[in-house]
């Protein structure tokens, strides 16, 4: 499975520019000019303070979700629900802000409310933890199902029992207690939730390395049975790697509404907790990894809203970029197992046995078998 | 609350739960074709979308909603190709290669689409009511008096069981499924194949989109599957892999959709956000429990189902 240290490091490059090349031909088949697109996408996402403070805005949930789907995606459990893990966090945060201690000094709503998001978040990756753990069922399911559910559930609260009464339009929770903002960088919204970030990327980085716990991730991760006859705790693992996970998200979703909107609103997150899923994975589930590709992939968000406002574009193209990214890299990855031979074939090196071993458990049936067993 | 278990309310509910259910039926057939043949696709939620976008905006510019059906197929089949491509051919990850099939569906029908939000609609399937058949009491208000699409679904499902369980091609299929080395020894492209039916159900993804674009809610709006491609990926499991059994369930889920309408409708003090969740908890519920029938009984997965075949490792 193991491309050559060349590889690894030129393959998503190169994926990234002929993603760019592809991205650029449908822009084409839309009737634009990629190049003038790009340009423009560019010059708004980091070709000026302005632009660079908004791409680090939107680096901070990217960042914080990614690194939460990186450690379950490290143990091949596939949770697909930081999306609804980040709304739970930031409902949990907006309730304390809110209607826990709304009086409390900043020193004291801040930390609690960052302690809300967190057991927000893992309480709802949990559910599919704890299904997946002892009923067996396939956790990419419930996740997904979940993200919709939480979406839901934050809709009700902002029009029903936690609406402003004194809001028109946009419906939304009051506005927080100012104790409840997170500082921001001078006069960008940049705030205090990047620094979460960067701090639980250097502490996710140093514990998947050191400690037992991140050593059991990856030998469950690499071979579930393996994992079973050493007598690691599979279940309980599955549990823990669930809550971590959620909490990261949920954490996302916490500076999201103390940093950013300042009240808990109607669809927040444009679906930060989907290109999480992409971030993680392009950024090789690796904790500084992904610090760098969060702030690549913000960049090209801002970047599409910034098109959408000059050009009149749709900003569905930074999306539409990050799916075309993602499977440029899966392929660059698949080929760069392979070695180029010219001439006849003749027959295989010794070395060639550790080519790629199948992986061993399907992951859609893997109630019976498999880390859930 | 009277009213909701009178005759009339039961059979209105069960005529609006086929269409609804039929869009999910489709996906889940193409699913269960690509599962059968050893390949697990999680992006039919982007291939719908895609579908749906492909068959709403091909009818706008013929004013065929034939046009519109052939177009969703096309496109959806185009979208699967890229996961064949990658998870056949370059054997890359499976389940990262569906993930990304769907962000990428849903990004890129949300870009090329964003024209269409809101147009009038040129042309839809309308329900033609089958003679003789449509006047029965209770089945006939029901089961035949739908759109061509529903109808084209009830020949579908019959057809592809006798498909896979009963012909030749059908047994080919499972094989490449269940255990690809003997299929590779009894002369069978495995590779060939799977992609093959990665595409085909792809493209009847599509056409669930279309189901919706053209049927349902005739016309395009961003992410308007709203997460009906993912229903029917869990839907797969609880039929058992068994075409038939996948009718029964998407019908469930098209009763549980239609259901929340007509709750809401008909005054029930719930708030209309809990009773949209429904058919999300729905399938949560119903996997926990097709997973379990299935860990007791040990039916239907196909053996070899997301694991890459190489031939050179062939033992």
């Not at chain 1, 709304?87 to 945060?93: C, D, E, H």
């Not at chain 1, 098109?307 to 999306?319: D, E, N, V, Y």
């Not at chain 1, 760069?336 to 399907?362: H, K, M, N």
Request: charged fraction near 10%; charge should be positive; glycine fraction near 14%.
């Amino acid at each position: 499975m193991a491309p050559s240290r060349a590889a690894a490091a030129t393959v998503p490059l190169v994926s990234l520019a002929l993603a760019l090349a592809f991205g650029g031909l449908l822009i084409l088949a839309a009737g634009e000019n990629p190049l003038a697109v790009y340009r423009a996408m560019l010059a708004g996402a980091l070709g000026d303070a302005n632009g660079l403070a908004e791409t680090l805005v939107k680096t901070t949930p990217l960042l914080l979700a990614g690194l939460g789907v990186a450690v379950a995606f490290r143990m091949r459990l596939w949770n697909i629900g930081a999306e609804g893990q980040l709304y739970l966090g930031a409902i949990a945060a907006a309730g304390t802000a809110l209607f826990v201690l709304p009086g409390a000094p900043a020193l004291v709503l801040v930390p609690a409310m960052i302690v809300a998001g967190l057991l927000g978040g893992a309480a709802w990756g949990l559910i599919p933890g704890a299904l997946r753990a002892f009923l067996g069922a396939n956790e990419i399911i419930t996740s997904l199902m979940l993200n919709y559910v939480a979406i839901l559930f934050a809709e009700w609260l902002v029009h029903g029992p936690w609406r402003d009464p004194q809001a028109f339009g946009f419906p939304g929770t009051p506005t927080f207690p100012a104790a409840a903002w997170l500082p921001r960088w001078g006069t960008t919204r940049v705030h205090l939730g990047l620094l979460f970030g960067l701090i639980a990327a250097l502490l996710l980085w140093g514990v998947l390395r050191r400690t037992r716990w991140g050593y059991q991730i990856a030998v469950i991760g690499e071979s579930p049975r393996a994992a079973h006859y050493a007598g690691l705790p599979t279940k309980r693992t599955i549990l823990t790697v669930m809550a971590v996970s959620g909490a990261l998200a949920g954490l996302a979703g916490m500076s999201e509404v103390a940093g950013i909107g300042h009240q808990l609103q109607r669809s927040f997150s444009p679906g930060y907790g989907y290109t999480a899923i992409i971030v993680a994975w392009v950024g090789r589930l690796h904790p500084l990894g992904i610090v760098v590709v969060a702030f690549g992939l913000a960049a090209l968000l801002v970047g599409g809203d910034q098109i959408q406002l000059s050009m009149g574009l749709p900003a569905a193209i930074g999306p539409m970029l990050q799916g075309v990214i993602l499977f440029f890299l899966l392929g660059g990855d698949a080929l760069a197992r392979y070695r180029l031979a010219w001439g006849p074939p003749r027959a295989r090196p010794a070395a060639a046995a550790t080519s790629p071993v199948p992986e061993a458990r399907s992951p859609i049936a893997s109630g019976g078998e498999g880390a859930g067993g | 609350m009277d009213d909701l278990l009178t005759l009339a309310f039961l059979t209105a509910l069960l005529a609006a739960a086929i269409p609804a259910g039929t869009a999910i039926l489709y996906a889940c057939l193409g699913e269960l074709l690509c599962e059968r043949a050893g390949v697990l696709n999680l992006g039919v939620e982007g291939m719908m979308l895609v579908g749906a976008l492909g068959g709403f905006a091909a009818s706008q510019w013929s004013g065929s909603v034939w046009v519109g059906a052939g177009a969703a197929l096309l496109v959806g089949g185009l979208l699967a190709a890229i996961h064949a491509l990658l998870t056949v051919g370059l054997r890359a990850n499976q389940v990262v290669s569906g993930l990304a099939l769907t962000l990428f569906g849903a990004g890129l029908s949300a870009f090329l689409g964003q024209g269409l939000v809101g147009q009038p609609v040129v042309a839809a399937f309308r329900d033609v009511p089958v003679p003789v058949l449509a006047d029965l009491p209770f089945l006939g208000r029901i089961l035949f008096r739908q759109d061509a699409l529903v109808y084209l679904s009830y020949g579908l499902v019959p057809l592809l069981g006798w498909f896979v369980f009963r012909t030749r091609p059908g047994l080919r299929l499972r094989a490449v499924g269940e255990r690809p080395e003997a299929a590779d020894a009894m002369g069978v492209g495995v590779a060939r194949l799977r992609a093959g039916y990665v595409v085909a159900g792809g493209a009847l993804a599509g056409l669930g989109g279309a189901a919706i674009s053209l049927g349902t809610n005739p016309g395009w709006t961003e992410n308007m599957t709203a997460g009906r491609g993912w229903i029917a990926v869990a839907l797969v499991i609880f039929a058992g892999w068994d075409p038939r059994r996948a009718a029964l369930g998407a019908y469930l889920f098209g009763g549980v959709e239609a259901a929340q309408f007509r709750l809401q409708d008909a005054g029930v003090g719930i708030p209309s956000f809990f009773l949209a969740m429904l058919p999300y908890l729905f399938t949560i519920l119903v996997l926990v429990l097709a997973t379990r029938e299935r860990t007791r009984r040990r039916f239907g997965a196909p053996a070899a189902l997301g694991r890459p075949y190489l031939r050179e490792e062939r033992g």
